[in-house]
């Protein structure tokens, strides 16, 4: 066990949809990212959170958002969901924002999303 | 540039024997981090080992071992005396330092799958 919880475990809504994704870090990080792995693109990088703010961006759509809270649990937000955007979405979480080379993250089990 | 590349996308190995996945990796930064990860059918990412581009020896955890061959740029997980449930996607991962500090968290690999046989 990683220490990091997400929920739902599953999730299946349509087309159109918003849902959103929670994530409680280990206790202790400060740090949270979100990981989207699908079958053509992998395990791509969408955003990280650090101690409430917005710290880095990878390829996340402008459909899609995040937010950490002060209780350092973040959420990711998507909205008018498409067939694409069917994967399993990660939350890791690491101890602090230095994001050194050896800084380790450490998974969630993920959200496998499923758009109909 | 594919900074990460994995050659095998699927290994079959007798139980017991050893098993080596293939990593190299692509950066100009001096300063990287090496990560392997381990994701089985039920899909959780396990951090299974790290190596520093600084490391002066190949990092060990357990049953896990780094080759490390820095001037080749190759990172290869060595698994010893493999068990059943060493089945699994195995990812090799790169974290530099870089300008924006690595605050792109990782950049993975596209997975090797290891069926372990009895």
């Known amino acids: 066990d990683s220490g990091v919880t997400q929920t739902p475990k599953h999730l299946i809504t349509a087309t159109g949809q918003r849902v959103t994704l929670r994530c409680s870090p280990r206790?202790?990080?400060?740090?949270v990212y979100w990981y989207q792995q699908s079958l053509d693109q992998g395990l791509q990088f969408l955003i990280q959170?650090?101690?409430?703010?917005?710290?880095a961006k990878g390829n996340i759509l402008e459909r899609f958002s995040a937010q950490q809270f002060p209780d350092l649990h973040s959420e990711l937000n998507l909205s008018s969901l498409e067939l694409g955007d069917s994967a399993l979405y990660f939350c890791?979480?690491?101890?602090?924002?230095?994001?050194?080379?050896?800084?380790?993250?450490?998974f969630g089990s993920g959200t496998q999303l499923s758009v109909l | 540039a594919q900074k990460i590349t994995q050659t095998q996308p699927g290994m079959f190995v007798q139980e017991k024997e050893a098993v080596t996945l293939d990593c190299t990796y692509d950066?100009?930064?001096?300063?990287?981090?090496l990560f392997w990860y381990k994701q089985p059918s039920s899909g959780e990412m396990i951090f299974l080992i790290y190596?520093?581009?600084?490391?002066?020896q190949n990092a060990t955890e357990g049953r896990y071992s780094l080759n490390f061959q820095k001037a080749r740029k190759s990172a290869n997980l060595v698994i010893s005396a493999s068990q059943l449930g060493d089945s699994a996607m195995y990812f090799c991962?790169?974290?530099?330092?870089?300008?924006?500090?690595?605050?792109?968290?990782?950049?993975f690999g596209k997975g090797t799958h290891l069926i372990i046989q009895p």
């Open positions: 991962a790169m974290r530099e330092n870089g300008e924006k500090g690595g605050a792109d968290g990782l950049t």
């Open positions: 950066t100009s930064d001096p300063s990287y981090g």
């Open positions: 206790s202790g990080d400060l740090s």
């Open positions: 190596q520093g581009s600084y490391d002066q």
């Open positions: 959170y650090y101690n409430g703010e917005e710290r």
């Open positions: 890791a979480s690491s101890s602090s924002g230095t994001n050194k080379a050896n800084e380790k993250l450490f």
